[in-house]
C-alpha cells in the first residue's frame, strides 16, 4: 500500500504539531514567524562546510566521486541518483534517494559509499560530533567505509541523537530501493573537525531506553507518519499545540500562540513534560493551575520546576506579572568597583568582542564602556589579541582595587557563555603575548569575584515569561536603542561588519555592535542597581500570591 504523504527525515526531531500543521491544506496560507536569523546563518555555515568537505574528499576520489546537481528538480536528482547506485559509483556526493512511496520516506544525504554489497550513507554536518578521550569508530575521511574503521584513542562519540536518526533514515530509504549494504546497518557522521568519519551501528542499543537508532527511528517515524497523514485527510487531528523549547524558534507559533492563549493553556506556565502530566490528571489551563494549593502535596510530579513554583507562577500570568519576588530579602553581592561583563561570539568559531562597563569607586580609569574587538573575521589570530587586552585591562582593575582597600566583582548574564570562552581562548591561545594560564582563569570565574546576575535571578524571583536579560531588565526599567537587539540578529550583523559575505566590511553594523554590547552591560548594571533598591518592597512576594 502505497502512503498519501512522504516525509523527510527532519519530521522525527520536530515537534508533532508542527507536523500535524505542515500538511493541514487549510493551514497553507496561515501566518508564520519570520525566518529565524540565527537559523539561516547556520544553514549558509553548514553548506559552506559541505563544499569543503566534498573538495577535501574529491582530492582523495578523484574521478570516482560523482557530484549530483543541485539546481535540478528533485525528481531529476532522484533517478540520477538511482543511475549512479545502479553504475556502482563509488562515491555519490549529495545523493536524492528514490522515494520510498510504500514507506512514505523521501529525502537525501550528503554522501553515498559503495561498499562491496551496497551503499552505506554518511552524514556531513557542522558541529562537533566527538569528544577527547577513545573509543569512538574513526576512519579517515580518504577512506570513508565503515570496513576501515579503528577505535580511535583520541576521540570518543558526542552523543548526537539527530544525526543517529537522520543516518536510519536513509538507511531505510536505501533498503526500500535495494541499494542498502548487506549485513548490519552502519552510517558515518564528518563533523566540524572533517578529518574522519565517525561510524554509528545504528543495530546496537544505545540509546537511553535501550533501543536501537533503527528502533528509535521507526517508532517516531511511524508516529509522525499518522500525524501528517491525518492532517492530510481532514481527520482528527493527532497533535494539539502545546508551548515547548522549540517554539521560540518555530515559524508555526504565531498559530500555536493564538491558539493556547485563547485556551489557556497550562504549557503557557509549565512547558513539555509537566504540561502533559498535569493535563493528564485535569489541569489543563492556567486557571486550573492557579486554584491548586501551593502549600499541599502535589498532585502530581513535576520535573521542569518545585510544584509550588507552578502554581505561584500561574497566578503571576493570570495578573499579567512579568516576576514576582520568592524571597523576602533579595541577596545580590555588590563591590566598591564593579565591572559588566559581555562576550559577543559567532557561533562556535570564537569570540570577537569582549565589552565592560565600569562603575563604582576611583580605581585611576574612566567609568562607562570600553570594548576589546577584532574586525578580522573568526576564526583569526587577531582575537588572541582582543581577550588578552581583555583580560589584561580586568586584572588591571582588580589589582588596583586591591591595592586601594576596595572590594571587587564583576558580573554577567549567564556565565556559561561567559566562562565557555574564557577558558576556551585561554587555552586555544595560550603561550602567546597577555594570554593568562587557564588555571588563573579558572581560579577566577570560581570565586566570588565572578557573579552571574541570571542565576540570582533564577533563584530569587519566579518569571512568568522568562527569564532572559531582554525579559527582565525592561522591568528594571531599562530599553536597548536597538529596536532589533537580540543575539540572532548580531550574527547577522557580524557578517555584514566583517564583510563575511563577500561585500566589503560596513563600519555602520560595527558601530552598531558595540552600541548593542553597550546597552547589554548597561542593561546587567541596571538590574543589579534595581535588584538593591526599594523597588523590591514594591515588587509583589510570591509568599503573597
Not at 127 to 134: A, E, I, L, Q, R
Not at 284 to 312: F, I, K
Amino acid at each position: 500500500m502505497t502512503s498519501q504523504v512522504q516525509l523527510d527525515a527532519g519530521v522525527v526531531t520536530r515537534c508533532r504539531r508542527r507536523v500535524h500543521l505542515e500538511h493541514d491544506p487549510a493551514m497553507r496560507d496561515a501566518p508564520k514567524a519570520p525566518p529565524d536569523p540565527t537559523g539561516l546563518l547556520r544553514k549558509a555555515d553548514a553548506t559552506e562546510h559541505r563544499r569543503v568537505v566534498a573538495e577535501a574528499l574529491g582530492r582523495f576520489a578523484g574521478s570516482e566521486l560523482m557530484e549530483i546537481p543541485q539546481d535540478v528538480p528533485s525528481a531529476d536528482r532522484e533517478r540520477v541518483t538511482a543511475a549512479a547506485m545502479q553504475a556502482g559509483v563509488r562515491y555519490i556526493w549529495g545523493a536524492a534517494l528514490p522515494r520510498d512511496a510504500r514507506g512514505g520516506r523521501r529525502g537525501g544525504i550528503d554522501l553515498l559509499v559503495k561498499d562491496a554489497t551496497g551503499y552505506v550513507p554518511v552524514l556531513v554536518v557542522r558541529h562537533k560530533v566527538t569528544d577527547p578521550g577513545s573509543g569512538a569508530r574513526t576512519s579517515p575521511l580518504s577512506h570513508p567505509l565503515p570496513g576501515g574503521a579503528r577505535v580511535d584513542p583520541l576521540r570518543k562519540v558526542r552523543p548526537q541523537p539527530r544525526d543517529q536518526l537522520r543516518l536510519a533514515h536513509a538507511q531505510r530509504q536505501l533498503q526500500a530501493a535495494g541499494h542498502a549494504a548487506a549485513g548490519r546497518s552502519y552510517g558515518g557522521v564528518v563533523g566540524m573537525d572533517g578529518d574522519v568519519v565517525v561510524w554509528h551501528d545504528l543495530e546496537a542499543p544505545t540509546w537511553p531506553n535501550g533501543r536501537t537508532a533503527l528502533a528509535e527511528y521507526d517508532s517516531r517515524f511511524s508516529d509522525r507518519l499518522a500525524v501528517a497523514a491525518a492532517a492530510a485527510t481532514g481527520a482528527d487531528p493527532l497533535a494539539r499545540p502545546s508551548r515547548i523549547v522549540e517554539c521560540r524558534s518555530c515559524p508555526w507559533w504565531p498559530v500555536c500562540e493564538v491558539d493556547l492563549k485563547a485556551a489557556r493553556d497550562v504549557s503557557l506556565v509549565v512547558r513539555g513534560e509537566d504540561a502533559v502530566a498535569l493535563r493528564k490528571i485535569g489541569v489543563t489551563t492556567v486557571d486550573d493551575l492557579a486554584a491548586l494549593d501551593p502549600l499541599e502535596e502535589p498532585v502530581t510530579p513535576l520535573v521542569g520546576m518545585l510544584y509550588p513554583d507552578a502554581v505561584v507562577l500561574a497566578r503571576a500570568w493570570l495578573r499579567d506579572l512579568t516576576v514576582v519576588r520568592r524571597v523576602p530579602q533579595m541577596d545580590v553581592p555588590r563591590a566598591d568597583v564593579e565591572v559588566d561583563v559581555d562576550m559577543e561570539s559567532f557561533g562556535d568559531l570564537g569570540a570577537y568582542m569582549w565589552g565592560c562597563w565600569l562603575s563604582g569607586a576611583d580605581v585611576g580609569e574612566e567609568p562607562g564602556y570600553r570594548a576589546f574587538a577584532t574586525w578580522d573575521p573568526l576564526p583569526c589570530d587577531d582575537e588572541a589579541r582582543s581577550f588578552a587586552e581583555f583580560w589584561g585591562w580586568l586584572t588591571g582593575v582588580r589589582l588596583r582595587a586591591r591595592a586601594r582597600g576596595l572590594t571587587f566583582r564583576a558580573y554577567c548574564y549567564n556565565e556559561l557563555a561567559e566562562n565557555r570562552w574564557l577558558l576556551g581562548s585561554a587555552d586555544r591561545f595560550k603561550g602567546r603575548p597577555g594570554i593568562p594560564p587557564v588555571a588563573q582563569v579558572r581560579e577566577f570565574i570560581t570565586s566570588d569575584s565572578w557573579v552571574d546576575l541570571f542565576g540570582i535571578v533564577q533563584r530569587q524571583f519566579l518569571c512568568a515569561h522568562g527569564k532572559g536579560l531582554k525579559t527582565i531588565a525592561p522591568v528594571a526599567g531599562f530599553s536597548w536603542r536597538d529596536p532589533e537587539a537580540g543575539g540572532e540578529n548580531s550574527m547577522r550583523w557580524y557578517r555584514d561588519a566583517v564583510g563575511m559575505d563577500g561585500p566589503p566590511p560596513d563600519p555602520a553594523q560595527r558601530r552598531r555592535l558595540l552600541e548593542y554590547n553597550e546597552d547589554d552591560v548597561r542593561a546587567t548594571h541596571a538590574l543589579r542597581e534595581w535588584m538593591t533598591s526599594d523597588a523590591m518592597d514594591r515588587l509583589p512576594f510570591a509568599g503573597d500570591l
